[in-house]
């Protein structure tokens, strides 16, 4: 039996998820941009406008659903999301969590643990959202975002995996991570799992900024998913190019673990805060940096190294709906297919 999605617009069956991105932002903005409003204030219109543009094109390539994996704090803002998924004709899901310690908020729920029991607020949080809604509406996340540091997941980012694991066996709904400069992928898989999450609901996210397999099969043995999310940012935050990831992840299909592959691009499409300024060599680096990079430029060189239609079908549409209404015959396909090679 399928499970329940929530969306943006209201609950929706797993099975009609469709072709789906896994981890991108409609827009962001680091923590601090609310302040320069003098010179970066928010344009509703822009962002919608932008939107609708990012919904356009990945229609065009099938897509059917676009996960929002923007964190509370980071410019989240559910009733935008809402218009552009109404009026953009895509199912769009959006997330609860916070970011990483070194890019996020910490100021704010580091102050409440010093003072109370802020592991039960960030839980409370979390169940409302997913379960109530965001804010004042009825908009309720579909994904739990977790984010850890480079090379370590601090005690401030450890209340919130704890809290995740714990709103995921309460209510059910997938967690999706953010590993910085491809680190703690095992670690985060190995925490989520001692606190209780169902790691076929677990998405370790960022994967593809490591190009060792071993770092990967030791994640993935822990039996969670693993995303290769970054396509199109390479040379900068430690990712590698485009191509060594692409040879990582044929690896990986070789192997047999086409069923715990999810793919995206984390796009930031609107940059909250001042219209930002890239140096031309990092523009350069970036230029293939948008919501349809894999499916105009990667997918092919899939193909053309021998990854076939059913694999691509199974990364796209399987996977996601899997992650969300994980089915009991994955383990044994994927060993009989490993076998099978």
């Known amino acids: ?44 219109e822009e962002a919608i406008r932008v939107g609708l543009d990012v919904a356009e094109k990945v229609k065009a390539h099938g897509v059917r659903t676009v996960v929002d994996a923007t964190p509370n ?27 990483y310690e070194g890019e996020g908020a910490p100021a704010y729920f580091k102050f409440r643990a010093a003072l109370g029991p802020a592991e039960d607020e960030i839980f409370e949080m ?22 850890s540091s480079k090379d370590v997941i601090t005690d401030y980012e450890s209340m919130f995996f704890r809290c995740g694991a714990k709103a995921q066996r309460e209510t059910g709904i ?3 991570t953010h590993t910085q400069e491809g680190t703690m992928g095992p670690e985060q898989a190995q925490l989520l799992i001692s606190e209780g999450a169902d790691p076929r609901k677990c998405q ?62 984390d796009t930031v499409n609107l940059w909250l805060g001042r219209p930002l300024v890239m140096p031309d060599s990092v523009a350069q680096l970036l230029a293939n940096w948008h919501p349809t990079h894999l499916f105009e430029n990667i997918v092919p060189k899939l193909k053309q190294a021998g990854v076939t ?29 490993t076998l099978e090679r």
């Not at 617009?9 to 991108?24: A, C, Q, R």
């Not at 979390?126 to 984010?147: N, P, Q, R, S, W």
């Not at 969670?224 to 191509?243: C, K, L, S, T, Y």
Request: with cysteine; charged share 20%.
């Open 1 to 44: 039996m399928a499970t329940t999605v929530n969306t943006v617009t209201g609950p929706i069956s797993s099975d009609d998820l469709g072709k789906t991105l896994v981890h991108e932002h409609f827009f962001f903005g680091y923590p601090g941009y609310q302040g320069d409003v003098t010179f970066g204030k928010f344009d509703r």
């Open 73 to 99: 704090e980071c410019g989240r803002d559910p009733e935008i999301l809402r218009e552009i998924s109404e009026r953009g004709d895509i199912q769009i899901v959006c997330s609860t969590g916070y970011y």
């Open 126 to 147: 979390f169940i409302k959202e997913i379960t109530e809604g965001i804010g004042g509406t009825d908009i309720k996340a579909g994904v739990i975002k977790l984010a």
């Open 174 to 176: 997938p967690i999706i």
């Open 204 to 265: 370790i996210g960022h994967m593809d900024g490591n190009t060792d397999v071993a770092y990967h099969l030791a994640t993935l043995e822990h039996g969670v998913n693993v995303a290769f999310d970054r396509f199109g940012i390479q040379g900068i935050v430690g990712a590698p190019m485009d191509e060594a990831r692409t040879a990582t992840l044929i690896g990986l299909l070789g192997l047999g673990y086409t069923d715990r592959i999810l793919l995206s691009h």
């Open 309 to 337: 239609d059913q694999q691509i079908e199974t990364i796209f549409v399987e996977n996601p709906r899997n992650l969300f209404d994980p089915q009991p015959v994955r383990e044994a396909a994927r060993a009989e297919a």
